[in-house]
């Protein structure tokens, strides 16, 4: 950074990222906000929602956006204003960036709906880069002990996992469907039975399946097989509408189907009386709070969960998306800065 530039990743015009939508270019490096931390980025784990950026699955927020959000980084500089943190600690950046903090769903604890948020790698530039930046206020403090690789993928895909699981409502010792098993799932997995759940898995990679039953899943099937038991709630982290009437009707009565992702696939129609009578319930999630991630780095640290992860270099990052859309991995890939 003796010039002031970077490499960064940049959404130059969002298409498919095999014909090259992500490009790698050089920026200046990053001025942070009067209440904001310059973050020297060493790994960024790479979530759906980047491929979702990259490809206008997603509306464009920023011109030549830099995706990433699962930045583990160690703090570079601060802004004037900014407080709690000092140069040299190292610092989660996660997907919530931002809200007002005074509107009514801030005010009852459901910042994650605030219609002012704003989000890493999508409103402003993320960690597919050198050096990132993030408000303050927003920057999680991480646990000793965990490396830079391990962390990263437990900032969006363990975050979003965790708040799914509660959006779920899954009972003390109930029985829980994971409909599709990438990052977030096989995080969301362990928390589920390290409280003592009992797991079904539905996914069609079979070295996916493996990992299931590797982590204690009590089955691992096909994603349109049926669990070999009623579900009291499940999840579907795979984007594939299609799923949704499945997964309903794999739900015991009063059961809970909570949708993970934040782009979905249409849903066929739903059939009443066999998908959606005897009370169950359809929910999505969107986002998730500073209070869901400090609960479960929290639990993260105390249950010992760890993301399968496969790393690459950040300077080959439009390899791992293209990898993660063609499902040639299980588990969460890792961007490891080999710039700095
Ligand atoms: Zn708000
Ligand atoms: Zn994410």
Redesign the pocket.
Known sequence: MADGTMRAWSVVEPGPVEEGALRFVEKPVPVPGDDELLVHVRACGVCRTDLHVTEGDLPVHRPGVTPGHEVVGVVAGLGTGARGFAVGDRVGVAWLRR?????G??ARGA?NL????RYTGWDADGGYAQYTTVPAAFAHPLPDGVDDVALAPLLCAGIIGYRALRRAALPPGGHLGLYGFGGSAHLCAQVALAEGATVHVMTRGTAARQLALDLGAASAQDAYASPPEPLDSAILFAPVGDLVPVALRALDRGGVLAIAGIHLSDTPPLHYETELFYEKEVRSVTANTRADAREFLELAARHGVRATTHTYPLSRADEALNDLKAGRFDGAAVLVNDLF
């Open positions: 809200t007002d903090g005074t509107c769903y801030c910042e605030c219609p002012a948020s």
